[in-house]
Structures are given as structure tokens and as C-alpha cells.
Nanobody, 124 residues
Framework: QVQLVESGGGLVQAGGSLRLSCAAS????????MGWFRQAPGKEREFVAVISWSGRGTYYADSVRGRFTISRDNAKNTVDLQMNSLKPEDTAVYYCAATYANYDVLRRGNVDYWGQGTQVTVSS
């Protein structure tokens, strides 16, 4: 069983930066691929970024590649999402996600655990 708690959301102007953090409970955190998804009003939840259990593998959605960076610290049971050059279209609720499988499986939306979400609002 894994519980995920996100933090770090907020309001920022276009071009600014935010760092989201996800704290995970559970002794087997290092065995899980981790990732971030987001859901904007009136839209379906979409993949943003994933990271392998070791941290050596990452994959990003085309819309955020080059602007966002995902990282993890298995000693602290955390996974972060550094978001730079934010755009109004990045406005959404961001969810931390975990899967006990390869991170490519997570990227395709096969999620074992979700966090409760944190709001990110980017003003123009």
C-alpha cells in the first residue's frame, strides 16, 4: 500500500516556475515507477512525466518536454516536478501517481495509486 501527498502548487505568472513535490508512504517506494498527470477543467486527465524506479529513466509529454524536469529521492520517498517557463495552458490539477511496474506502463495510464492533487494556476 502506498499513500501519496502532493504539495507545492499555487498561482504563478506566465514564464514563472513552480516545484511540485510528492511524498510517499510505504517501505517499497523504490520499487515503484512514479509520475505526474494533470487535469484541466473540462478535459481528461493527461500524462505529464514519469520516472523509473531507479531514477535513470524519464519520459515527458511533448507539451512539457524541455520545460519540466521530474526527479526522485528514494532515500526520502519523494518525487518532484520542477516546472519552468510556465504557460497558461499548464493550468490544471496535478496528480502524483505510482505503479508497481515499468515506467512505460505508468506513462500509458496504468496507475496503482493516485495522490489527491494540487492546483497549479498560471496567469497570462
Amino acid at each position: 500500500q502506498v499513500q501519496l501527498v502532493e504539495s507545492g502548487g499555487g498561482l504563478v505568472q506566465a514564464g514563472g516556475s513552480l516545484r511540485l513535490s510528492c511524498a510517499a508512504s510505504g517501505r517499497t517506494f523504490s520499487r515503484y515507477a512514479m509520475g505526474w498527470f494533470r487535469q484541466a477543467p473540462g478535459k481528461e486527465r493527461e500524462f505529464v512525466a514519469v520516472i523509473s524506479w531507479s531514477g535513470r529513466g524519464t519520459y515527458y509529454a511533448d507539451s512539457v518536454r524541455g520545460r519540466f524536469t521530474i526527479s526522485r529521492d528514494n532515500a526520502k520517498n519523494t518525487v518532484d516536478l520542477q516546472m519552468n517557463s510556465l504557460k497558461p495552458e499548464d493550468t490544471a490539477v496535478y496528480y502524483c501517481a505510482a505503479t508497481y511496474a515499468n515506467y512505460d506502463v505508468l506513462r500509458r495510464g496504468n496507475v496503482d495509486y493516485w495522490g489527491q492533487g494540487t492546483q497549479v494556476t498560471v496567469s497570462s
